[in-house]
């Protein structure tokens, strides 16, 4: 069982920045694809931004150029910087692992309130 870990969740006001952070417990994480979803109130999860085990990088279109996605393979850590951030960024962000889709482990998920 692999533990996904995330942190830098918070409450901040629009136009404001956070970084979110994701420690996994397992070294796959250096050859998982990993990313991060959110889960706003009365909607499904979204997935926000992936980045593969190559460093190639994609995003959601409503977070490109305001949000960045990275990840350290040294520490199993990955980030995402968000900046300019907007109401509609309010959620629960979530933590994943993917591996070959045989292995996906899910962080607890941390929460993101951005006030107007």
């Known amino acids: 069982q692999v533990q996904l870990v995330e942190s830098g969740g918070g409450l901040v006001e629009a136009g404001g920045s956070l970084r979110l952070s994701c420690v996994a417990s397992?070294?796959?994480?250096?050859?998982?694809?990993m990313a991060w979803f959110r889960q706003a109130p009365g909607k499904q999860r979204e997935l926000v931004a992936s980045?593969?085990?190559?460093?190639?990088?994609d995003y959601a279109d409503n977070v490109k150029g305001r949000f960045t996605i990275s990840r350290t393979n040294a520490e199993n850590t990955m980030f995402l910087q968000m900046n300019s951030l907007k109401p509609e960024d309010t959620g629960v962000y979530y933590c994943n692992l993917n591996y070959s889709g045989a292995f996906i482990y899910w962080g607890q998920g941390t929460q993101i309130t951005v006030s107007s």
């Open positions: 980045i593969f085990n190559d460093y190639t990088t």
């Open positions: 397992d070294n796959i994480f250096r050859i998982a694809t």
